[in-house]
């Protein structure tokens, strides 16, 4: 049984759907979220850098003050 191509689907061309403006702003909203998201854990990244730090050198005064010595860093 053949199909007669007066009456055969046309294929689809993504240019010509009506979604594709719509896929481009879906797209474009998840790049954006995702960057968003990178860039928030780069901040918490950043400051748990900092107050590592910020302990570190707590720990260090106290091992020089309370601990009889100067602290020996490895």
Known sequence: MSM???????????????????????SAGMSMSLQAQQ?????????QDAVGAMQREWWDGWIARYGGGVPLDA
């Not at 860039?39 to 918490?44: D, E, I, R, S, T």
Request: aromatic share 10%; no cysteine.
């Open 4 to 26: 007669d191509p007066v009456l055969a689907p046309a294929p689809l061309d993504p240019g010509t759907l009506m979604l594709s403006p719509l896929l481009a702003w879906q």
């Open 39 to 47: 860039m928030q854990w780069k901040l918490v990244l950043d400051w």
